[in-house]
C-alpha cells in the first residue's frame, strides 16, 4: 500500500532536516563544532538520499522494461 499524504517519507524528512541544517549554517550563530556536526550529519543526509533516488531510478526502469515487454505493436487485421 502506498503511504499516505499527511506523513512524510524518509527521503522527504532528510530533504527537510537538510533545509534545516543548511537555514542554521547561513545564520552563522553556531559554533565552530556545532557547524562542524551539522555539516557531518547533512553529508551523511545527502548520501542517504542518493541511494534512495538511486533505487527508486531502478524501480522505475525495471517497471518501464515489464511495461514495454507488455506492449505488443498494433497490427490492424487485413478487410478493415
Known amino acids: ?3 499516505t ?3 512524510p517519507g524518509q527521503f522527504e524528512q532528510s530533504v527537510l532536516e537538510l533545509e534545516q541544517i543548511v537555514q542554521q549554517l547561513e545564520q552563522g550563530e553556531l559554533t565552530l563544532e556545532q557547524a562542524l556536526s551539522q555539516f557531518e550529519r547533512g553529508i551523511s543526509l545527502v ?3 542518493q541511494q534512495q533516488l538511486h533505487a527508486a531510478e531502478q ?5 518501464l522494461q515489464q511495461q514495454q515487454e507488455q506492449l505488443h505493436p498494433f497490427e ?3 478487410g478493415d
Open 47 to 49: 548520501k542517504q538520499s
Open 1 to 3: 500500500m502506498s503511504k
Open 5 to 7: 499524504n499527511s506523513t
Open 59 to 63: 524501480k522505475v526502469q525495471i517497471l
Open 76 to 78: 490492424p487485421q487485413a
